[in-house]
């Protein structure tokens, strides 16, 4: 069955000293939990030593973001392989920030789960709607499109295999989380629509996890909704106590 997923998302803070500190202090606190699945995501600068400070734990490393080209010229960018060889086993695609403020789309979205794949690592790859389409009650269609477009081409052994991040734009940051039921109806669709489009097999094994505002006072709540696998922590996973706590608050024998 599926175990609880939890994931840290950085974003843009934590130098590597800063992240070998948290990696290693994590560990401390986590060593005994062997039915969640930890992961920290650092900035590119970061994924290394994370990596290095993570070996024999039980704390895996993500990137935030990858470019789909093998090597070129492409200033500034950071390949699949580059990232698999610097530490890492998970990488982070279509953040809404990512899609917002750099211009991903749901083509490029693909082309980086697809070169993710490619290079041996898992996707985590991030749909959800913003204020104004929940408002005009178009939730359901983006995700629809999100994961229909996201995932294009990927057969549902590889679906079975990656992460699905359900983070709707209006709850990240914000402080302001989607209710367990919100979280539970949006969780219940991208899981039909796996099936539908996977086959039920992909549907059963992906983990859809849920991000935007968890905190350790909101995760028990929405890790007991039976199709939100887990959580994409941003503010709350900057400090090691506070992710230690969602990550224990997640495993199955505290829900
Ligand atoms: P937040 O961020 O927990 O700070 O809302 C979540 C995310 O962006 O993945």
């Known amino acids: 069955m599926r175990i609880p997923f939890i994931a840290g998302n950085w ?99 693909n082309r980086k789960a697809i070169a993710a794949i490619g290079a041996g690592l898992t996707p985590i790859v991030c749909v959800g709607e913003t204020l104004e389409e ?30 699905v991040a359900y983070e709707p734009v209006w709850a990240i940051g914000t402080g302001r989380h989607a209710t367990a039921a919100q979280a539970g109806e949006a969780h219940a669709h991208i899981r039909k629509r796996l099936g539908q489009w996977f086959g039920a097999g992909a549907a059963d094994r992906c983990h859809v996890i849920y991000g935007g505002s968890v905190k350790p006072e909101n995760i028990s709540e929405l890790i007991a909704e039976p199709d939100v696998d887990g959580a994409l922590v941003g503010g709350a996973s900057l400090e090691v106590g506070s992710f230690a706590d969602i990550v224990t608050k997640s495993r199955p024998a505290a829900v």
């Open 11 to 109: 974003k843009m803070f934590k130098t590597v000293q800063e992240t070998v500190v948290f990696v290693k202090e994590l560990g401390g606190f986590v060593k005994d939990v062997a039915d969640v699945e930890i992961v920290v995501a650092p900035p590119f600068t970061s994924v290394h030593s994370a990596a290095v400070a993570a070996r024999n734990t039980n704390i895996g490393v993500a990137a935030q973001d990858l470019y789909w080209e093998r090597e070129g010229a492409f200033t500034g960018e950071v390949s699949a392989s580059m990232i698999k060889e610097a530490g890492a086993e998970y990488v982070i695609v279509g953040h809404s920030e990512r899609r917002r403020l750099f211009g991903d789309t749901d083509r490029a979205v």
């Open 134 to 163: 929940r408002e005009r009650d178009q939730t359901l269609a983006v995700l629809d499109r999100q994961v229909k477009d996201g995932l294009d081409g990927l057969t549902g052994d590889q679906v079975g295999e990656i992460v």
